[in-house]
């Protein structure tokens, strides 16, 4: 039976073909794209008609710089499967439930892979995360939603591998090892950090070669957050301080408010009615001379959807402090324009518990494998976070710079699902 490899990434997906007796190198599905198998995994939605990818965005900025359309851009929906409250968005008029936008991504892989092969598969073997979430119930929630959205796409046979032992298995069998070794594959991404342990030698693979698993719900999505929270939401107003009429008290902006401005996914939460009435309130009693100008930013974030472009800056300074010890998020838009210069330091102080998390899960991962850092023979890093320098400083510091290999950034985890599905495992 031929099946579809779906590493469907928080960030990115990239889909490879399973025929039974190879697997397809991972497919060039977005030609839009600066690397066309790297498809983003956004959705622009409008009442009309769905983007994907590269040209959801481009469609998205186009539409916003045209004057705007009633659709809502659409990223890492991966990472709110395991939210219960999470059940959807509006698009114009319509409710869109969660598993739709899931299944309407999927689905457009399915119907691209179609073009591009003439292949119309209906089984696929999807990667899924070590933990989607600390909670037992919760990351069974995930993945059967995963799973529905799948079968609503189209796909009528689906299994799940943890995309951590995805990774491993590539790494093992590309590696093709002669002398046995245990080798920790860690997979940072833009939702997840994820933990494989596994023994490798010469012979075949054997299910108990995995020694553990493990893994957090924290990654690359929660470092630029800290950078929002802690420097660029100043921008848009965490700082304002104002009186109500006839008020004594000098207040400041609610911080619950504010935590919208950390995830792409809630800043549409402050153009609520009741949300935007009293944004408003709180620009006319504003006390400082720089308060109305950033309440304007705030409003023209929320009314032009500028969530995505202004984490695209964020982005681009996190990845400019691991080239270099300083590095700004420099964003302009009429109406919104600032320079917020970052060294290395204060982003380390800004994401010191977001790398906790991820640094305790790999922790506890090795405990569960009944090892310490030196009982580890070679440390295999894969996803985009794992360039982050901060991150591969803490695990040098660990294992040591001569243990730390980087493995294939985008592509392990497709062709380790690929791999695993050609080799009759699952």
């Not at 995930?142 to 995805?166: D, M, N, S, T």
């Not at 494998?369 to 991150?391: E, F, N």
Request: net charge neutral.
């Amino acid at each position: 039976m031929k099946k579809l490899a779906i590493d469907f990434g928080t960030s990115n997906s990239l889909v490879c073909l399973v025929d039974g007796k190879k697997v397809s190198p991972p497919l060039a599905l977005d030609h839009e794209a600066t690397d066309p198998v790297v498809f983003r995994s956004v959705l622009y939605m409008t009442p009309k008609e769905t983007f994907y990818g590269a040209r959801a965005v481009k469609q998205f900025l186009e539409d916003e710089l045209s004057g705007g359309v009633e659709g809502r851009l659409l990223r890492s929906i991966k990472r709110f499967l395991p939210q219960r409250t999470f059940g959807g968005t509006q698009i114009g008029s319509k409710k869109i439930q969660l598993e739709e936008m899931v299944a309407s991504f999927l689905g457009e892989l399915r119907r691209r892979t179609l073009k591009l092969t003439g292949e119309d598969v209906r089984a696929a073997i999807l990667g899924r995360p070590a933990l989607f979430s600390e909670d037992p119930e919760l990351d069974q929630l995930a993945q059967a939603r995963l799973e529905r959205a799948a079968k609503i796409a189209g796909f009528e046979k689906v299994e799940f591998l943890p995309e951590p032992v995805a990774a491993a298995f590539r790494y093992r069998n590309d590696r093709g090892h002669q002398r046995e070794e245990t080798v920790l594959v860690a997979d940072f991404g833009g939702g997840t950090s994820d933990y494989t342990v596994m023994k490798m030698g010469a012979r075949d693979f054997r299910p108990d070669d995995v020694l553990a698993i493990g893994g957090v719900p924290v990654a690359g999505d929660a470092l630029d957050g800290e950078i929002m929270r802690h420097r660029v939401s100043r921008q848009f107003g965490a700082q304002v301080q104002y009186q109500v009429p006839f008020g004594s008290n000098v207040l400041t902006m609610p911080r619950l408010l504010m935590e919208n401005l950390c995830s792409t996914a809630h800043i549409p939460l402050l153009s609520r009615r009741d949300n935007a009435d009293f944004l408003d309130r709180v620009k006319k009693a504003s006390l400082g001379k720089d308060d109305h100008r950033v309440m304007e930013q705030l409003e023209t974030l929320i009314s032009d959807q500028l969530g995505f472009p202004v984490f695209e800056a964020i982005e681009g300074c996190k990845r400019g402090l691991s080239a270099s010890e300083t590095s700004a998020v420099d964003f302009s838009y009429p109406g919104v324009t600032f320079k917020e210069p970052i060294d290395r330091a204060q982003f380390i102080q800004y994401t010191d518990a977001s790398f906790s998390k991820i640094l305790k899960a790999l922790d506890s991962t090795l405990t569960e494998a009944g090892l310490d850092y030196s009982g580890i023979d070679r440390v295999c890093c894969t996803g985009g976070t794992a360039r982050v320098k901060v991150l591969r400083d803490e695990l040098v510091k660990r294992f040591g710079e001569a243990k730390i290999e980087e493995y294939r950034h985008f592509t392990s985890i497709v062709e380790g699902l690929g791999a695993w599905a050609l080799s009759g495992k699952t």
